[in-house]
């Protein structure tokens, strides 16, 4: 069974601070597809980042960077300088290749709150 | 709208109502998704269309629970006989394309409460 596990409820920090969100996943398969999502205020899911199981590469993104490592089923998630505009509920998320379709599995969610 | 679009934001209900939820997609996009959000929980998916046919259903949590997509783009999410259990924010989301590839792109969802 698939299961994503976000440890942190919440994540209080100042501004310009740096952040990592923490993400563990189960999966059976050995093709599967990782994924973060922001969640604002507003309600809408906004997409950040897909990665597949077969690309261990590092990436980063302007302030944002994800470390995926294969051998402890991690996917963490780093805010550099963090800033207010940042705060919001960060969702981890697993589908399987399998599935042949985006069923996402979702973490439990880390608020993150940037104190100016 | 560029975005998707779900009506309404939210419905206050009573229980033992029926209650339609509905969803307009990104134009062009094939795939439509509808989630459901409870408070305090990342989305659990309930079922996956492509074009018309509901190709995945697997995570409608019983038979009280129904959709549809008549003509490939508006999506109709139907709750019957409603239960306290049912309040949540269902989250819709389309895609370019259909199976693992493409980005999705969700609404702003509809707040449910069933009193």
């Known amino acids: 069974a698939q299961k994503v596990t976000q440890a942190q409820t919440e994540i209080s920090v100042v501004e310009k601070e740096d952040v990592t969100l923490d993400c563990v996943y189960e999966?059976?398969?050995?093709?599967?597809?990782l994924f973060w999502y922001k969640q604002p205020p507003s309600g809408e899911l906004v997409f950040l980042i897909r990665?597949?199981?077969?690309?261990?590469q590092n990436e980063i993104s302007g302030r944002y960077s994800w470390n995926f490592q294969k051998s402890t089923s991690s996917f963490n998630f780093t805010i550099t300088a963090s800033q207010v505009v940042d705060s919001a509920v960060y969702f981890c998320?697993?589908?399987?290749?399998?599935?042949?379709?985006?069923?996402?599995?979702f973490g439990q969610g880390t608020r993150l709150t940037i104190n100016p | 709208g560029a975005g998707v679009s779900q009506t309404p934001s939210n419905k206050v209900t009573e229980k033992g109502k029926y209650v339609e939820l509905r969803c307009d997609p990104i134009?062009?996009?094939?795939?439509l998704y509808w989630y459901r959000q409870s408070l305090g929980q990342g989305p659990e998916f309930l079922i996956y269309?492509?074009?018309?046919?509901?190709?995945?259903d697997s995570g409608l949590p019983n038979d009280r629970f129904f959709a549809v997509r008549p003509e490939g783009s508006v999506s109709t999410l139907k709750i019957q006989r409603t239960e306290r259990g049912d309040s949540a924010v269902y989250l819709c989301?389309?895609?370019?394309?259909?199976?693992?590839?493409?980005?999705?792109?969700f609404g702003e969802g509809s707040r449910l409460t069933v009193l």
């Open positions: 989301a389309s895609s370019l394309l259909g199976g693992n590839t493409g980005e999705l792109f």
């Open positions: 999966t059976r398969d050995t093709t599967y597809y």
């Open positions: 990665r597949n199981s077969f690309d261990e």
């Open positions: 998320a697993l589908s399987e290749a399998r599935e042949g379709a985006q069923k996402l599995v």
């Open positions: 134009s062009g996009h094939t795939a």
């Open positions: 269309f492509q074009g018309t046919g509901a190709a995945d």
